[in-house]
């Protein structure tokens, strides 16, 4: 049987060393008793060592590194679209849905993406290569419509701008 140390250091391996340096210099810029206020970055951090999505082991590694509950962990993980709780394809598209993006033709994008991709929101393609997530707002109204594929913004979309953006994703 682990002790609870133990325990806690075997779930902290789960982290690569890479990723427990990323998340150390978040944890740097907050004041040492609040460590825990990393942990929207620590979550992302591992959910990208993990190819895009967060297990179980993985939240309990983070709440054991940053020395807080699994379960404050859960509510962050659970809480927020950026975090996935299942495998998604390589390139998840993130389609803004709220009231900008509606106004300017969102309904339009959805309805090319499910015709061009061949699967709903909230699902991957058979080949893992897209998954379709509908989202709030991601701060880039101005653009509207747009989604996000990984890190980049793409806005003002047509459905030629989706297609040539798709096209040119590996």
Same mark, same amino acid.
């Given at each position: 049987? !682990?002790?609870?140390?133990?325990?806690? $250091? @075997?779930r902290?391996?789960?982290?690569? /060393?890479?990723?427990?340096?990323?998340?150390?210099?978040?944890?740097?810029?907050?004041? =040492?008793?609040q460590?825990?206020?990393?942990?929207?970055?620590?979550?992302?951090?591992?959910?990208?060592?993990?190819?895009?999505?967060?297990?179980?082991?993985?939240?309990?590694? *983070?709440?054991?590194?940053?020395? !807080?509950? =699994?379960?404050?962990?859960?509510?962050? $993980?659970? +809480?927020?679209?950026?975090?996935?709780?299942?495998? *998604?394809? %390589?390139?998840?598209?993130? *389609?803004?849905?709220?009231?900008?993006?509606?106004?300017?033709?969102?309904?339009? *994008?959805? $309805?090319?993406? %499910? /015709?061009?991709? @061949?699967?709903?929101?909230? /699902?991957?393609? =058979?080949?893992g290569? +897209?998954?379709? %997530?509908?989202?709030?707002?991601?701060?880039?109204?101005?653009? $509207?419509? !747009? +989604?996000?594929?990984?890190?980049?913004?793409? @806005?003002?979309?047509?459905? /030629? %701008?989706?297609?040539?953006?798709?096209?040119?994703?590996?």
């Amino acid at each position: 049987m !682990m002790t609870g140390t133990t325990a806690s $250091a @075997g779930r902290i391996e789960l982290i690569s /060393e890479e990723s427990r340096a990323e998340i150390d210099r978040w944890i740097a810029k907050y004041p =040492p008793e609040q460590k825990r206020s990393a942990v929207m970055a620590a979550l992302r951090i591992v959910q990208d060592q993990n190819g895009g999505h967060l297990t179980t082991e993985l939240m309990d590694a *983070v709440a054991a590194y940053l020395e !807080m509950p =699994p379960v404050a962990v859960y509510e962050v $993980a659970t +809480f927020y679209s950026m975090y996935e709780l299942e495998p *998604v394809g %390589k390139h998840k598209i993130c *389609v803004c849905t709220n009231i900008s993006c509606m106004l300017r033709g969102s309904d339009e *994008v959805v $309805a090319h993406l %499910k /015709e061009r991709l @061949g699967i709903g929101l909230g /699902e991957t393609t =058979p080949d893992g290569r +897209f998954t379709l %997530k509908e989202v709030e707002c991601l701060g880039a109204c101005v653009e $509207a419509p !747009m +989604f996000q594929i990984g890190q980049t913004y793409y @806005g003002n979309l047509t459905p /030629e %701008k989706i297609d040539e953006i798709l096209e040119g994703l590996d």
